[in-house]
């Protein structure tokens, strides 16, 4: 009886940067803008809910008022200690669910704005410059920019970078996305003799930017946004 023949292993999915590719790309690469957007309330919710002042000393407050009124009703301390547990999973649920409230609200309604008909025309218009990364058959990554219509006092354009967006779970720096859609832009900006690559400021048609968040709230986005800007500086060096 002859045995089956081996099944073939699936092909290893691979890395591919490409133009972008309107109006095809336009849905799929705002969608990923808009998702970015809304993600970057993770960060201030992580933010908040380590801050000594707008979330530990509240918290702490909270949890030692609930504990010395349940020891002052209670037999035993460990009757206290039990009952105050039980109060205290509740506060902490609801304490959460506020963090998560106030750091939604502002990047929810952002992406709303973005993620529409309108974002498309704003971010995406005829003739618009970017690339693509897709890993298979996703598209995992996307940059798109501009050359600036002013000469410089050098005599050089310069090329501005509108939008930088990869998907969250291949954002690692070894999975090398950002980079290489950096890449790209810098090798096209080079090719068209324009040698100075910037991020655009924040504007109509440019995903940067947080000034739609309360100056309070800014510092994770900062920090963020810092990194950002040190990858472009590193692939600037490279090249």
Request: charged share 25%; glycine share 8%; hydrophobic share 45%.
């Amino acid at each position: 009886m002859s045995s089956a023949p081996p099944e073939e292993e699936p092909p290893l999915k691979e890395l591919v940067f490409r133009p972008l590719a309107l109006p095809d790309d336009a849905e799929p690469a705002l969608k990923l803008i808009s998702d970015a957007i809304a993600q970057q309330s993770l960060l201030v919710s992580r933010y908040l809910l380590r801050h000594p002042v707008y979330f530990i000393a509240p918290f702490t407050v909270i949890m030692c008022w609930i504990f010395e009124r349940n020891y002052a009703s209670s037999r035993t301390l460990l009757e206290a200690l039990a009952r105050s547990l039980i109060y205290h999973a509740g506060v902490a649920v609801a304490m959460f669910s506020i963090v998560g409230k106030v750091s939604r609200g502002y990047f929810v309604k952002r992406a709303e704005e973005v993620g529409n008909a309108r974002g498309l025309q704003e971010f995406f218009p005829e003739g618009q410059k970017g690339y693509i990364a897709q890993w298979g058959g996703d598209i995992v990554g996307v940059v798109t920019f501009d050359y600036t219509g002013r000469k410089q006092a050098s005599g050089k354009r310069k090329a501005e970078i509108k939008a930088l967006t990869v998907m969250y779970k291949y954002r690692a720096e070894e999975a090398g996305v950002g980079s290489g859609l950096l890449e790209k832009v810098i090798d096209e900006a080079a090719a068209a003799g324009v040698n100075e690559v910037v991020f655009a400021t924040p504007g109509p048609g440019v995903a940067f930017g947080y000034d739609y968040v309360p100056v309070r709230l800014r510092g994770p986005l900062k920090r963020e946004w810092a990194r950002t800007e040190r990858l472009l500086t590193e692939v600037l060096k490279a090249r």
